[in-house]
């Protein structure tokens, strides 16, 4: 797409853009009775009209039903957590039987770790990335020490070369062959949340696999945001979080794919009721027969509210398509990047310039008065976010950002620049 650097040039795009509808579908905040411009979709995603009717049925169906609505209503509680395998399997490339929504990013992680972080003395160590984010840092380096290692001997935190923020795929592969058959598991985000950096996923996953450890990845940033082939690239598992891209709100269910070439394998496990097998579910037998599925892993009867809110949310991405909101997302923050260069002394793009290598958001360095020029951002009603020490995260959503926000956020952003 050849760029113009006008408001007219963007309000044509928003006019020829074959999704544009779908911004009516939710609802934005207002800062002093205006619209604001939001692009903090990476954070927390705006909610759908349509969640409010979803919460409805299922109050009503308690009110009404009580009890029986497990088994009564439009879509009875006891298989709530079925209607997400096909729309979550398009979204992260994978079978039915391979999703799950279930619990929250973190406890998933936990889980899936009991799974695929087996460490014996030698074969114990895990690479992630050095800026990982916290959450998964922690789970990471208490899982090693729940298994008696030290994570200064047990993780490889792999550090961006000379003081950039990208890591290069060859240097993550060779991080891997020399860890060699020490290495128990590859655990990298999708998309980095700091750097927007999205990761060659299939070859960490071979050659991971090449020196016979696993591949796990977190899509918190990932999924909603590039399509993604986890089936094919033969990731061994994956976990994600709703309520970023996915806009299913606030600490909103959250998911796990198991690749289906370990869903019968006898791997350890820790177990709860919704993973034992569903035909014999409510025999309540001692033993623990599990489910040839995802739906192994899942531990507890599905929280309807929170899953009710991703239901919602899911049905605008099967309307759309992932394939078709990545199109609109390549130009949105081509269109970004292209007005941005006006800035490049003051405002360094510390994301991938290559699109195949980032998702919508780009992550500026403001070296100077980066603070103040936020604090401007954020009076002009422009909701972006900061992170320490001097990063600004902007992420244009192609669900239901525009054109014209994004030239208008450029305008603010020079105007605040200029005071
Ligand atoms: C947002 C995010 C999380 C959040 O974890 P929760 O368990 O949902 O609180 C974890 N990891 C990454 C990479 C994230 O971006």
Same mark, same amino acid.
């Not at 497990?70 to 395998?85: N, S």
């Not at 160590?125 to 050095?130: H, N, R, T, W």
């Not at 002009?380 to 600004?392: A, H, K, L, S, T």
């Not at 669900?399 to 956020?409: A, K, M, P, R, S």
């Given at each position: 797409?050849?760029?113009?650097?006008?408001?007219k040039?963007?309000?044509?795009?928003?006019?020829?853009?074959?999704?544009?509808?779908?911004?009516?579908?939710?609802?934005? @905040?207002?800062?002093?009775?205006?619209?604001?411009?939001?692009f903090?979709?990476?954070?927390?995603?705006?909610?759908?009209k349509?969640v409010?009717?979803?919460?409805?049925?299922?109050?009503?169906?308690?009110?009404?039903?009580?009890?029986?609505?497990?088994?009564?209503?439009?879509?009875?509680?006891?298989?709530?957590?079925?209607?997400?395998?096909?729309?979550?399997?398009?979204?992260?490339?994978?079978?039915?039987?391979?999703?799950?929504?279930?619990n929250?990013?973190? !406890?998933?992680l936990?889980?899936?770790?009991?799974?695929?972080?087996r460490?014996?003395?030698?074969?114990?160590?895990?690479i992630?990335?050095?800026?990982?984010?916290?959450?998964?840092?922690y789970?990471?380096?208490?899982?090693?020490?729940?298994?008696?290692?030290?994570?200064?001997?047990?993780?490889?935190?792999?550090? @961006?070369?000379?003081?950039?923020?990208?890591?290069k795929?060859?240097?993550?592969?060779?991080?891997?062959?020399?860890?060699?058959?020490e290495?128990?598991l590859?655990?990298?985000?999708?998309?980095?949340?700091?750097?927007?950096?999205?990761?060659?996923?299939?070859?960490?996953?071979?050659?991971?696999?090449h020196?016979?450890?696993?591949?796990?990845?977190d899509?918190a940033?990932?999924?909603g945001n !590039?399509?993604?082939?986890?089936?094919?690239?033969?990731?061994?598992?994956?976990?994600?979080?709703s309520?970023k891209?996915?806009?299913?709100?606030?600490?909103?269910?959250?998911?796990?794919?198991?690749?289906?070439?370990h869903?019968?394998?006898?791997? @350890?496990?820790?177990?709860?009721?919704?993973?034992?097998?569903?035909?014999?579910?409510?025999?309540?037998?001692?033993?623990?027969?599990?489910?040839?599925s995802?739906?192994?892993w899942?531990?507890?009867?599905?929280?309807?509210?929170?899953?009710?809110?991703?239901?919602?949310?899911?049905?605008?991405?099967?309307?759309?398509?992932?394939?078709?909101?990545?199109?609109?997302?390549?130009?949105?923050?081509?269109?970004?990047?292209?007005?941005?260069?006006?800035?490049?002394?003051?405002?360094?793009?510390i994301?991938?310039?290559?699109?195949?290598?980032?998702?919508?958001?780009?992550?500026?360095?403001?070296?100077?008065?980066?603070?103040?020029?936020?604090?401007?951002?954020?009076?002009?009603? !422009?909701?972006?976010?900061?992170?320490?020490?001097?990063?600004?995260?902007?992420?244009?959503?192609p669900?239901?950002?525009?054109?014209?926000?994004?030239?208008?956020?450029?305008?603010?952003?020079k105007?605040?620049?200029?005071?």
């Amino acid at each position: 797409m050849e760029y113009i650097n006008s408001r007219k040039f963007a309000v044509d795009c928003d006019r020829n853009d074959p999704l544009k509808e779908f911004r009516d579908y939710f609802y934005f @905040p207002k800062k002093d009775d205006k619209p604001v411009i939001y692009f903090c979709g990476n954070s927390l995603g705006l909610q759908p009209k349509k969640v409010r009717d979803f919460f409805t049925e299922e109050m009503d169906n308690w009110a009404e039903h009580g009890v029986e609505g497990h088994f009564k209503g439009k879509r009875p509680w006891v298989d709530y957590h079925k209607h997400f395998r096909e729309s979550l399997g398009r979204l992260v490339g994978a079978k039915e039987t391979e999703v799950v929504a279930m619990n929250s990013l973190t !406890v998933n992680l936990h889980l899936l770790m009991v799974s695929f972080y087996r460490p014996t003395p030698s074969r114990f160590k895990i690479i992630c990335e050095a800026g990982a984010f916290p959450s998964d840092r922690y789970a990471i380096e208490s899982q090693i020490r729940f298994h008696g290692f030290d994570p200064e001997q047990a993780l490889v935190a792999i550090e @961006p070369l000379g003081g950039e923020c990208v890591i290069k795929t060859d240097q993550i592969l060779s991080e891997i062959k020399q860890a060699g058959d020490e290495l128990a598991l590859v655990l990298f985000s999708g998309v980095q949340y700091y750097s927007g950096q999205y990761f060659d996923i299939n070859k960490i996953a071979e050659t991971a696999h090449h020196v016979g450890a696993f591949a796990g990845f977190d899509l918190a940033h990932a999924i909603g945001n !590039v399509p993604l082939s986890l089936h094919n690239w033969n990731v061994d598992f994956a976990v994600w979080c709703s309520y970023k891209y996915l806009n299913s709100g606030p600490g909103g269910v959250g998911g796990a794919f198991v690749h289906q070439k370990h869903h019968d394998q006898n791997l @350890p496990q820790f177990a709860g009721w919704w993973g034992t097998n569903e035909s014999e579910r409510f025999e309540m037998k001692k033993e623990f027969n599990p489910m040839v599925s995802a739906d192994r892993w899942q531990l507890s009867n599905a929280p309807v509210f929170n899953m009710a809110a991703h239901l919602a949310s899911l049905e605008i991405f099967e309307q759309a398509g992932i394939n078709a909101l990545r199109e609109k997302s390549l130009q949105l923050t081509g269109f970004l990047e292209f007005l941005l260069s006006d800035l490049h002394e003051l405002i360094h793009i510390i994301t991938p310039k290559s699109p195949d290598e980032r998702g919508c958001q780009l992550s500026l360095l403001i070296d100077a008065n980066g603070r103040e020029i936020f604090d401007q951002l954020h009076e002009q009603n !422009v909701i972006v976010d900061w992170r320490e020490p001097n990063v600004v995260r902007a992420a244009p959503v192609p669900l239901y950002n525009t054109f014209c926000e994004v030239y208008d956020f450029v305008q603010i952003l020079k105007s605040a620049i200029e005071k």
